[in-house]
């Protein structure tokens, strides 16, 4: 078994991880930017909608990708663990890790589940004519609400597993020097 992750394995946890971290952050920005218009602050319909209909398709694109990595990890294994982590350790990495896989597809669908609920239509790319059809989910205001709530502490879930995540490597890294960390950091001393 290789010791180091593969290099399309590398790419895609890097580009989730940015994508992912991004679109909190980016809800975030959206939602005041709504808020911003709901209060008469200058805000144009039109600006809304472009952020909404960005972060859907960007969503969507990290489904795509997230998909695809499941499937790349599941015929391509994980280098092995090293030999000195407790048993609590290792099943805390690996709840950590199908945790993370959890997230980067239900979120998405998630995301989708909640537009879909909504009267407004999904324009992938702000292309009127790329519409994204609407899964089949209750058309109510309650369901988009707690559909959307979901949604939203779904992004704090992957803030605080991001967190653990860069602390536990950070550990293994600076007190463990189990060089763990070059498994995804290639560039890294082994």
């Known amino acids: 078994m290789r010791d180091v992750y ?17 679109m909190v952050f980016f809800g975030w920005y959206m939602e005041g930017l709504q808020e911003r218009m709901l209060a008469g602050e200058g805000v144009a319909l039109s600006d809304v909608q472009f952020a909404y209909n960005a972060h859907k398709t960007t969503g969507l694109f990290i489904l795509a990708l997230s998909l695809f990595r499941l499937g790349w990890r599941l015929t391509h294994p ?10 609590h350790e290792v099943w805390i990495a690996k709840a950590t890790h199908w945790g993370f896989y959890a997230l980067m597809i239900g979120l998405p669908l998630g995301g989708w589940a909640a537009a879909s609920a909504t009267p407004f239509p999904t324009l992938l790319f702000n292309n009127p004519e790329l519409v994204l059809p609407k899964l089949p989910v209750p058309q109510t ?12 502490a779904g992004g704090w879930a992957i803030l605080i597993l ?20 070059a ?7 082994r």
């Open 183 to 189: 498994r995804m950091i290639p560039l890294l001393k």
């Open 78 to 87: 994980a280098p092995a663990l090293p030999a000195g982590m407790k048993p």
């Open 141 to 152: 205001e309650e369901f988009a609400a707690f559909a959307g709530s979901a949604h939203g």
């Open 162 to 181: 991001s967190g653990l995540h860069v602390a536990a490597a950070l550990k293994h890294q600076f007190i463990d020097r189990d060089n763990l960390v």
């Open 6 to 22: 593969s290099p399309i394995a590398i790419t895609l946890h890097w580009i989730l991880a940015v994508l992912l971290i991004s």
